[in-house]
C-alpha cells in the first residue's frame, strides 16, 4: 500500500471515528415525546439490561410506578443481588422522580434508596427512550460523561409489561433504540424466574 492510500485510510478512519463520537453525545439522544406517566404506570418486568459500573440488580428485576396526587411519580422495585461475593438476596428499592424541564418530561431525574442497610442510596438521570405504554419500555442513565460528551458509564433497561417476553416485531424497534443510545450489542437478557424473595444460597 503506497503513502498516499496509507493516509486516505487514516483520514476515512479519523473522521469514522469522530462521526461515531459526535452520535453518542448523550445530550443528543431524543426520548420518548409528549411522555405520559399516567399510562407509564403501572408493573413492568425487566427482560435486558446493561449494568453500569459497581453492584447492580442482576435478575428477576421488577418495577411498579404510581402517580401521587400531585402529579409526581414514584416506583418500588425488586430484584436479585449477590453481595459480598456469596450472600443472594432480594433487594427491595424505592424511588421518586422529579422533571427539570417540564417541556421534556421524558427526561426525568430518580433518587433512590435501599429499603435495607447493605443497598445503596443516590440520584440518576432516569431516561424514558421509547415506550408503548402497553407492551415495552426502554429506560437510560448516563452517571460519568467523558469528555467528548459520550457516556463513560451508563446503564439501561428493557422492560416488557409480560415477564415472558416480546414479539419479534417490537424487539427489532428496541434494538434500533439501543444502536441510537450506543449500547448494542451490550445488553444481556434478565432472568424472570419469581425468585424473590429469597434467603441464602
Same mark, same amino acid.
Given at each position: /500500500? ?17 462521526? #461515531? ?22 408493573? #413492568? ?41 456469596? #450472600? ?21 431525574? /430518580? ?15 432516569? #431516561? ?21 460528551g459520550s457516556c463513560e ?9 409480560n415477564p415472558r417476553g ?16 450506543? /449500547? ?18
Amino acid at each position: /500500500m503506497n503513502f498516499h492510500m496509507l493516509a486516505l485510510v487514516v483520514v476515512l478512519l479519523v473522521g469514522l471515528e469522530q462521526s #461515531w463520537a459526535a452520535s453518542c453525545v448523550v445530550d443528543s439522544f431524543t426520548v420518548k415525546e409528549d411522555f405520559d406517566p399516567k399510562r407509564y404506570a403501572g408493573k #413492568w418486568y425487566a427482560l435486558q439490561k446493561k449494568d453500569p459500573e459497581g453492584l447492580f440488580l442482576q435478575d428477576n428485576i421488577s418495577a411498579e410506578y404510581t402517580i401521587g396526587d400531585d402529579g409526581s411519580m414514584v416506583a418500588s422495585s425488586k430484584g436479585r443481588v449477590t453481595l459480598f461475593g456469596f #450472600w443472594v438476596v432480594c433487594a427491595d428499592m424505592a424511588a421518586q422522580y422529579t422533571v427539570p424541564d417540564s417541556a421534556n418530561p421524558g427526561k426525568m431525574f /430518580m433518587n433512590y434508596q435501599g429499603l435495607a442497610s447493605y443497598l445503596s442510596s443516590g440520584g440518576d438521570n432516569y #431516561w424514558v427512550i421509547d415506550t408503548d405504554y402497553e407492551n415495552y419500555a426502554i429506560t437510560y442513565a448516563c452517571r460519568t460523561l467523558k469528555d467528548d460528551g459520550s457516556c463513560e458509564d451508563g446503564y439501561s433497561l428493557i422492560f416488557s409489561r409480560n415477564p415472558r417476553g416480546l414479539p419479534p416485531t417490537i424487539q427489532r424497534s428496541i434494538r434500533a433504540k439501543q444502536e441510537e443510545i450506543c /449500547m448494542a450489542g451490550q445488553f444481556e437478557p434478565v432472568l424472570q424466574s419469581g425468585k424473590c424473595p429469597i434467603t441464602f444460597y
